[in-house]
């Protein structure tokens, strides 16, 4: 992580054009063929920093209390890691702020944003596949599961591998709905992140990067989450 912050500390000072890697070497106080031995290219050097902010919104959702819904847990984990001064100094979020904005312009940058982006969609996907296997959902999730079934009877009785012969959903088709909620929510959650990224706003009354992931999340209030549980 010492790479990364010299890496992220020199982006931000002097931009990513004027850095060299020996610069970043330099700076963490190692030698050159030290820093290509963990990373091929400068970029690839601050990935550790987008990871740490990926993998704390992914466990705040792993870790929110039994019973809490889906939805509940995944507005709640962006209200408590991606609020300025949540665990972060005031510095990190200035350097997460610059390291966001520059993967707009610098195209190998939003390759290795766009990498880490990809692994926490994963990640999110098994930590909701557990949370819904384990019956943390709600009586408006199951009410909303209900509605879905029911629109949905028609076009479920008249397909083939998608049920069982007791009814019961395919693991595989609650393994392909699972990746599209976590897409979405890593989608909701990203372009919240690069939209607060490219803003020039910081006062009180601009939103910050938990308003507008909470804003984008509304959409999965409505996931059928228990449908989920029956197979």
């Known amino acids: 992580m010492e790479i990364a912050r010299a ?10 054009k004027a850095t060299r890697a020996e610069d970043i070497a330099q700076a963490a106080g190692i030698a050159p063929r030290t820093f290509y031995r ?19 919104w992914v466990e705040a959702v792993r870790a929110a209390p039994p019973g809490t819904s889906v939805p509940q847990a995944l507005e709640d984990a962006v209200r408590s890691t991606l609020r300025p001064g949540a665990g972060e100094s ?3 979020w200035t350097w997460v ?13 939003r390759r290795v944003w766009a ?5 926490s969609e994963r990640a999110l996907a098994e930590v909701l596949a557990a949370r819904v296997r384990a019956g943390t959902t709600t009586d408006n999730d199951a009410e909303h ?20 012969s007791t009814g019961r959903v395919d693991s595989a088709a609650v393994d392909a709905r ?13 372009a919240a992140v690069e939209g607060w990224a490219a803003g020039d706003g910081t006062g009180e009354d601009q939103p910050g990067p938990a308003e507008l992931a909470v804003a984008n999340l509304a959409t999965l209030r409505d996931f059928p989450w228990d449908a989920l549980t029956e197979f």
């Not at 890496?7 to 990513?16: C, D, K, S």
């Not at 966001?100 to 940058?109: D, K, M, N, W, Y």
């Open 38 to 56: 963990y990373f091929a290219a400068k970029e690839e050097a601050v990935a550790p920093l987008y990871e740490a902010g990926a993998r704390r």
């Open 178 to 190: 699972l990746r599209f909620a976590a897409a979405v929510a890593s989608a909701a959650v990203r």
């Open 7 to 16: 890496a992220a500390g020199l982006f931000v000072r002097q931009g990513l």
């Open 90 to 92: 005031s510095d990190s």
């Open 145 to 164: 599961a209900a509605r879905a079934a029911q629109a949905d009877g028609t076009s479920r009785a008249g397909s083939t591998g998608s049920t069982g």
């Open 97 to 109: 702020r610059t390291l966001v904005r520059l993967t707009h312009s610098t195209p190998s940058l």
């Open 115 to 119: 990498e880490v982006c990809q692994t």
